[in-house]
């Protein structure tokens, strides 16, 4: 079966520091990977999506970039975090094709500070 | 872009069945309408799925009528773990199924 790993659980950073969130799918080849980030407990904003390796298209301008170095593997960065980064960061995968649904990691709460 | 609406809250009382519906004027002619539930802290869960008619699952029903400019999630005999988000999405099917949520539907259940 399919499984999807996501971490950290909860994260704690200071302003202008680097950050790294990773993601990895489990039993599916050539997932679509989404990011997604929640603030203030509502309102999932889709930030990236993948649909293959080195394949990232950006949702909205911000101050976080992503990448998908294997089929499997979906990276959200950032070189200097600011305070209104803060939030619940979501990763998901789905399999190709418009009609299926997707699965949500964990989350990863990060607060800047 | 199938623009949803729903309404922000809903109350109900444990037992009771429960139905959220959701507007789509313009959805397009190849798109599904699927509905997730988010519990706090939690990523969303598929839950269903449909396009046209009824569809049901171990979980809930689907309604959709002929001009599919709205849909009805039926969820039957709530209980206090139902209390959730609930979301109304049309996958972009020109744009491999891509999500974009709104604000969905904050579900009570109240004992």
């Known amino acids: 079966s399919q499984t999807i790993h996501q971490w950290p659980a909860t994260l704690v950073q200071p302003v202008g520091s680097p950050l790294s969130l990773e993601c990895t799918v489990e039993?599916?080849?050539?997932?679509?990977l989404y990011w997604y980030r929640q603030a203030a407990g509502r309102g999932l904003q889709l930030l990236f999506y993948?649909?293959?390796?080195?394949?990232i298209s950006s949702e909205v301008p911000q101050n976080l970039s992503a990448s998908r170095p294997q089929d499997r593997q979906f990276i959200l960065s950032s070189k200097k975090l600011l305070l209104s980064d803060s939030g619940f960061y979501l990763c998901?995968?789905?399999?190709?094709?418009?009609?299926?649904?997707?699965?949500f990691g964990s989350g990863t709460r990060l607060t800047v500070v | 872009l199938a623009k949803t609406t729903q309404p922000i809250s809903m109350d109900s009382y444990e037992g009771q069945e429960v139905n959220i519906t959701c507007s789509h004027n313009?959805?397009?002619?190849?798109?599904?309408i699927t509905w997730y539930q988010q519990f706090p802290s939690q990523g969303p869960r598929f839950i269903i799925q449909?396009?046209?008619t009824k569809v049901t699952n171990e979980v809930a029903s689907l309604f959709i009528p002929a001009d599919r400019k709205s849909s009805t999630l039926s969820l039957p005999r709530v209980s206090l773990s139902d209390t959730a988000v609930y979301y109304c999405?049309?996958?972009?099917?020109?744009?491999?199924?891509?999500?974009?949520f709104g604000q969905g539907t904050e579900l009570s259940v109240k004992p």
């Open positions: 998901a995968w789905s399999a190709q094709g418009p009609n299926y649904g997707y699965t």
């Open positions: 039993g599916t080849s050539n997932p679509n």
């Open positions: 993948s649909v293959g390796i080195g394949q």
């Open positions: 313009n959805i397009a002619t190849n798109d599904y």
């Open positions: 449909g396009y046209k």
């Open positions: 999405l049309a996958p972009i099917y020109n744009q491999g199924g891509k999500l974009i």
